[in-house]
């Protein structure tokens, strides 16, 4: 059964940094790339970027560029999402998600809520 | 960005109904098009993908249909365990895309 578990959930200040991450199971890890999604509360999805984990060639949303970094370790199957300075505006649940054919998710995580306050 | 417009925004039906969620994209997408379905607290779960195949494990009261900028998604007879939000997602281009959602209410 393909799995991706995320990590949990957070409590941030601005400017702290922080790294969530997403474990796949089920499949073979290094052949489906990973994709990230913000949910803002009480907005919709947007995609934030894509990782090959047989690579780490990644490709990001003009949105999210030089914001967020996407990286991999592909010794324990888990592919990670992270801010060296956060933002009250990084207020969200964030989703990984297994793509299929390198293009659209199929298989998702059950999200990580990350809130940012001071 | 291609922009994924929704309607309706919330909907509310019975049990047995036959229920439409339409999705319009800003342009020409061909068949790139997929429909998920989200319960409250829960990871989204692929239903329909390129418009019209069902995903393996999905009930086939579900159904996709369209191409270019229309599609749609059917429940031929809604159950209660429907309940749920529904959207759709383009892939088009890389730069995914997703509509705003359809939350669907049993009346």
């Known amino acids: 059964e393909v799995q991706l578990v995320q990590s949990g959930a957070e409590v941030k200040k601005p400017g702290e940094s922080l790294r969530i991450s997403c474990k796949g199971s089920?499949?073979?890890?290094?052949?489906?790339?990973i994709s990230w999604m913000r949910q803002m509360p009480g907005k919709g999805l947007e995609w934030m970027g894509r990782i090959d984990p047989s690579d780490s060639y990644t490709n990001y949303s003009p949105s999210f560029q030089g914001h967020v970094t996407i990286s991999v370790d592909k010794s324990i199957n888990t592919a990670y999402l992270q801010w060296s300075s956060l933002k009250a505006s990084d207020t969200a649940i964030y989703y990984c998600?297994?793509?299929?054919?390198?293009?659209?998710?199929?298989?998702w995580g059950q999200g990580t809520l990350v809130t940012v306050s001071s | 960005d291609i922009q994924m417009i929704q309607s309706p925004s919330s909907l509310s039906a019975s049990v047995g109904d036959r229920v439409t969620i339409t999705c319009r994209a800003s342009?020409?997408?061909?068949?790139?098009l997929n429909w998920y379905q989200q319960k409250p607290g829960k990871a989204p779960k692929l239903l329909i993908y390129d418009a019209s195949n069902l995903e393996t494990g999905v009930p086939s009261r579900f159904s996709g249909s369209g191409s270019g900028t229309d599609f749609t998604l059917t429940i031929s007879s809604l159950q209660p365990e429907d309940i749920a939000t529904y959207f759709c997602q383009q892939y088009d281009n890389l730069l995914l895309t997703f509509g705003q959602g359809t939350r669907l209410e049993i009346k």
């Open positions: 089920g499949y073979s890890f290094t052949s489906n790339w």
């Open positions: 342009q020409d997408i061909s068949n790139y």
């Open positions: 998600a297994r793509q299929r054919r390198a293009i659209f998710p199929d298989y």
